[in-house]
């Protein structure tokens, strides 16, 4: 048997799925590509090598970063109102400015397939709630209640600049507001109902909103949740309001002073769309504010516009004969990407409920009644349809569907393998990674390149991503710090009330000057993946080597008796570090000695020894954000000793009491 040389690289594993050559010659991007080459001075796609000639184009897209712009806007038909003088009047972080010069409008774009006569009376959005009935809103439908909404904002006196709020469900009346709020140049923001009155205010006080959209309640796991309690109190509590708009889900009257929604949408006048600056607002997204008062993301129209275009239509390849779902709520960021979808001409699939109710299959039945082609959902909720023995592909009619895409947290190795075992194996898996920070992702999907297990296909076009080490020199296949080192079109033209832009700078560039610093750890492997290992801000760092947290979840939570887990690493006064790991059972399971012997077992042979914790805890629950990210950060600091109302803003938290056991915890090991 012959030995291979210390000089021969390692073999390259072989890929879960592979594009055919059809649907790499039928994708947008190839079609772009080829465009870019012609017109903009892109390298020319390089024949039978798919993955040669994506990574020459993004590593063009990067190092011509205006050529790139350019080539989208005129690719998508960007239609200015008034032309720019350039594409990038200044390149430096932050403070890039776009496109300066140029008005344009993104309600606008986003409505114009209403103005094709063949497509205007095809459904825009599918609306479903928990009982599964689906509802068509068609584009001319879509277009004409906008109108009809953004009139009526206009004799409310809203107008460009002002705030415009809803506390609401992932409804079709939540995209009609944005939009019509989007058509007068207001700003939007929105915030979920299942968030309390703290949590909004939180959010809503730091903008000052001149109207808030709200329902009188909603449905989730089979309940009804009233909500009319909570809405008294924001209008009370917010002093800058001049309208309340009432939506009645439950059926209820609408209160004392405020407005029916049904009349507000009534007429069908001349669409009107003002004409605003390319970085003229067009929204408020909100960090999660785990540690003070969550930080209010100001992103703009123009910016908005061409990364949605770019992700939409060509990351995810969505186009007319689409159906887009992505499992989320109008708290979170992937709700105002949803609606983008629009831009591609694709029909957004909306759904307003519990991701697993009546069963835990709900989502995948919603992919099946609707016809989705392009399914989004949590790495979560892909293992706990695996942890389920859910069978998806076996027991349902999802032949149209061509991608399932995951983000909120890294889709783990087992997640890959079972979407490819249970769903479909000729099945595109475009496991994504972006932010709030940019309402858009960093890397993630490529429809021309192979899926290899528990990686990110590649860094997305026009996003020059790194891996820096400490001193800001790059890495390849070895972990480092996520950072972007040129501007994106998303990235924040600021924060809410931060005039002299100290948070923003701080939130993002004081540890590398002038580049964008995202807080994750990432690797960068030299066949031109990604892998995510999670946030670098809670990093796990023993003996001076670095570990995610997401890679001993994805370990410890194959266990069938752990539910979900939660590891911190705690510097200690005396120089010595401590890692606990804290565990949710299942269901009937005991963590006895077996237990934590194999629970310890599996992180040393499938991760090493260090990742072995210290202690392995049991907690009634894992707590989280809002938006259903696990809570390191705020643990950490509870388990050194800072007082909760110093360590967390407790209106971030699904679950505050949970905390209380990690505060407890922190008193008794001081002691």
């Known amino acids: 048997m012959t030995t291979a040389s210390p000089q021969t690289p390692p073999a390259q594993p072989e890929p879960l799925w592979t594009p055919g050559p059809d649907r790499v010659e039928n994708a947008r991007i190839t079609r772009f590509h080829r465009r870019a080459a012609d017109e903009h001075g892109a390298p020319a796609p390089v024949a039978g090598d798919p993955a040669a000639s994506y990574h020459a184009l993004h590593r063009w897209s990067v190092e011509h970063n205006e050529a790139f712009w350019q080539a989208v806007v005129d690719w998508f038909d960007v239609r200015f109102t008034t032309e720019p003088d350039a594409v990038l009047a200044d390149a430096s972080m932050p403070g890039a400015t776009w496109f300066p010069g140029a008005t344009l409008n993104y309600a606008q774009h986003l409505l114009r397939t209403a103005d094709d006569p063949a497509r205007a009376g095809e459904p825009a959005l599918i609306h479903l709630d ?49 939009l019509a709020t989007a058509a007068v140049g207001a700003v939007w923001t929105s915030c979920a109902p299942d968030f ?12 000052e909103p001149v ?23 924001l209008r009370s509590e917010l002093p800058s309001l001049r309208a309340t708009v009432h939506i009645p889900l439950l059926g209820t009257p609408a209160p004392e002073g405020a407005l029916a929604w049904d009349d507000l949408v009534a007429s069908d006048p001349r669409a009107a769309y003002e004409q605003v600056p390319f970085d003229h607002p067009l929204w408020v997204l909100y960090s999660s504010g785990t540690t003070g008062l969550p930080k209010a993301i100001v992103q703009s129209q123009g910016g908005i516009l061409l990364e949605h275009l770019k992700q939409t239509g060509l990351h995810l390849d969505l186009g007319p004969d689409d159906r887009f779902f992505w499992y989320t709520s109008t708290g979170w960021m992937m709700w105002n990407f949803l609606v983008s979808g629009l831009l591609a001409g694709a029909t957004v699939v909306l759904y307003d409920g519990s991701p697993g109710h009546p069963a835990v299959d709900a989502q995948w039945r919603i992919a099946e009644l609707t016809g989705t082609t392009v399914f989004g959902t949590s790495a979560a909720y892909v293992m706990a349809c695996s942890k389920a023995g859910v069978h998806p592909g076996r027991d349902l009619d999802l032949s149209r569907l061509k991608c399932v895409a995951t983000t909120g947290s890294p889709l783990p190795p087992d997640g890959f393998r079972w ?8 099945l595109w898996i475009a496991s994504v990674s972006g932010g709030t920070d940019v309402c858009s992702c960093f890397a993630g999907g490529v429809p021309t390149l192979p899926v290899h297990i528990g990686e990110l296909q590649a860094p997305c076009l026009g996003t020059d991503l790194q891996s820096w080490d400490p001193q800001g020199r790059p890495l390849t296949d070895e972990v480092g710090e996520l950072v972007v080192t040129n501007p994106m079109p998303s990235m924040p033209v600021r924060f809410w009330n931060d005039p002299d832009g100290t948070r923003y700078h701080d939130s993002y560039f004081d540890v590398y000057p002038g580049v964008w610093r995202h807080g994750d750890w ?35 939570e194959r266990l069938p008796e752990i539910r979900e887990s939660l590891v911190i690493g705690v510097e200690q006064p005396d120089g010595g570090y401590w890692m606990p790991l804290f565990v949710q059972l299942a269901e009937g399971a005991v963590l006895d000695d077996a237990l934590r012997d194999r629970i310890r077992r599996t992180l040393r042979e499938q991760l090493s020894p260090r990742h072995v914790p210290d202690e392995v805890i049991e907690v009634p629950a894992v707590p989280h954000t809002l938006t259903g990210k696990r809570i390191e950060v705020p643990v950490k600091r509870l388990l050194q000793g800072t007082p909760m109302e110093k360590a967390v803003n407790p209106g971030s938290v699904d679950d505050i009491t949970l905390l209380a056991f990690y505060e407890a915890l922190a008193r008794k090991r001081s002691s």
Request: net charge neutral; aromatic share 6%; no cysteine.
């Open 522 to 556: 990432v690797t960068l492997t030299s066949r031109g993946t990604v892998v995510i290992h999670g946030r670098s801000d809670s990093t796990l760092n023993r003996g001076g080597v670095r570990m995610g947290s997401s890679d001993i979840y994805e370990a410890v």
């Open 196 to 207: 309390g009155a703290r949590s909004v205010l939180d959010r809503f006080r730091q903008v």
């Open 419 to 426: 979407i490819h075992d249970e769903v479909a194996a000729d």
């Open 130 to 178: 928990e009982r599964q009935e689906p509802a068509t809103t068609t584009w001319a439908e879509l277009r004409r209640q906008t109108a009809s909404l953004a009139e009526e904002l206009r004799r409310l006196g809203v107008r460009p600049g002002d705030r415009v709020s809803g506390y609401l469900p992932n409804i079709p009346q939540a995209v009609t507001a944005l």
């Open 211 to 233: 109207v808030l959209f709200t329902v009188d309640g909603y449905t989730y796991g089979g309940k009804q949740h009233d909500r009319t309690a909570t809405v008294a109190e």
